[in-house]
C-alpha cells in the first residue's frame, strides 16, 4: 500500500507523475487527478527520455504512462523505470485495446490499465485501486488484472 507523503502544500499527497506526449489528452489527465485530494502532480513530460529522468528524480508514488511515446516508447519506458524508481506504480494509459498489449504492459509490472477512450471514468477509480495493492483494467477490455505476471 502506498503511505501518502506529507509537505507543506499538500497533507498526506499521493505523488503522481504523467508521462504522455498528446498535450491536450496530459493536461485533461492532469486535471482529472487534481479532482481527488491528496493527489498531487509533481511533474509532466512529453516523451520517453524526459519521463524517465523525471522519474529517477522526484521517484513519484505512481506513475501515468503512455504505450505511444516518442524516444523510449512506454514499454521501454517502463522497462527503465523499473530499474531507477522501482517504489513508483505504473498505470498505463493508452488507446490500444490489443489483449496481448494489455498483457503485456501487465507482465512489465504495472498496477493497472486504462483505454484513453475510458479516462474520465475510471481514472479516478483506477487511482483508488492501485492505492489499495489492487491491480486495475478497463472494463471494457475484459482481461482478468489478477491473472497477469508482474
Sequence with gaps: ???????????????????EDNG???RYVCATLREKPGL????EAADGLEGLHKA????????QLDIG???????????RIRKVAPNSRILFLSQETSASIVQAALGLGAWGYI????????LLAAMDAVLQDKRFVSA???IDPSQSGG
Excluded at 503511505?3 to 503522481?16: H, K, L, N, S
Excluded at 498531487?40 to 511533474?43: A, K
Excluded at 483505454?115 to 475510471?122: F, I, Q, R, S
Aim: aromatic share 6%; proline share 11%; charged share 20%.
Design 69 to 79: 511515446l516518442p524516444g523510449p516508447n512506454g514499454f521501454e519506458t517502463a522497462r
Design 140 to 142: 471494457r477490455l475484459r
Design 40 to 43: 498531487q502532480i509533481v511533474g
Design 115 to 122: 483505454t484513453k477512450a475510458n479516462v474520465g471514468t475510471e
Design 1 to 19: 500500500m502506498i503511505i501518502p507523503r506529507t509537505d507543506e502544500q499538500t497533507p498526506f499527497a499521493v505523488q503522481i507523475l504523467v508521462i
Design 56 to 63: 529517477e528524480t522526484l521517484q513519484p508514488d505512481m506513475i
Design 24 to 26: 491536450p489528452f496530459r
